[in-house]
């Protein structure tokens, strides 16, 4: 099975970055939700419709959500590659995942410590 | 309230609002949503989802006041004296092919707006008034006691016809209602125009 890579913008990074520090509960459902991204991205994930947000996908835990695109579906539509313009798109290969956004903003600590 | 009826509840304002052509206060507003939710009701069509009670100035919603409000935060209607900024009118025509599938929720909308968005404040509270409560026919909204529920949301019945959202446009209407959210999305996608991402 071929697994995709994952890409981060740096602002999502920081957005990761802050949620390990205050809540690791929640950034631990983030890694589980990445592991499952990088085998199949497709499975519980949806794919947006809207104009400016065509084709970016979002996956979800309980708390938070993750905007994403699959570098192949952007490639393969040349309106969605004119939309995007990554400047970094000639050095992430065809099994690429972009992450640009975690929205990690809703109360940035867990709800429920574990005991 | 689930996320599905809050949404639907934002867009169909902002298309009153639209389609009335004039702005309005409040008052006017609650009035105006509450005989449009009123005509969907008696259709067993659940569009509007707020629940009303009597005030003195006649059918009042918590939900609806709190949603003119963050619809007023949100810059999507003016304040005060209300009607459709340019991104609430953006709002509208990106998800005009929503509002076009489900037309018989704007029809009811549209009867209202021509029949009484017209009328001053005043007359339209007395028209209001003189009408009969939705909840028990057989008294006046003027004869219901103060604070007393005057129309109910529908509940989710088989036979009811509902405003139709899918799960990727409930997750859109979830970006474009939440304007954090929208500008960071946004400022993300830019981002990535002229910054390299790393690996994770």
Known sequence: MILYELYITEKAQKQLDKLKKKAKIRWDAIQELLKKMREDPFIDTLELQDPLFKKLRRAKTEDDRIFFQICENCRSNSTIMKLRQCIDCADIPENGIKIFETDVRNNVYDKHKKR | ??????????????????????????????????????????????????????????????????????????????????????????????????????????????????????????????????MENPEKPWTTIHNTPKGKYILKRLNYALDDKIFQLTEDEIASLEIYFDQELFDSLVASLEEAKCKPAVVL
């Open chain 2, 1 to 130: 309230m689930t996320s599905e009826e809050s949404l639907t509840n934002k867009l169909l304002l902002l298309y009153l609002l639209e389609n009335a052509e004039t702005p309005m206060g409040d008052t006017k507003l609650h009035k105006l949503a509450f005989l449009s939710e009123r005509n969907m009701n008696f259709q067993a069509e659940k569009g509007f989802n707020y629940n009303f009670i009597k005030l003195e100035w006649g059918p009042f919603s918590t939900d609806l006041k709190k949603d003119i409000d963050e619809l007023v935060n949100l810059g999507l209607i003016s304040r005060v004296v209300h009607s459709p900024t340019d991104r609430g009118r953006f709002i509208l025509s990106t998800f005009n092919n929503i509002l076009q599938r489900n037309s018989s929720f704007l029809d009811k909308i549209q009867k209202v707006n021509r029949d009484y968005a017209h009328l001053e404040r005043d007359e339209l509270v007395k028209i209001v008034h003189d």
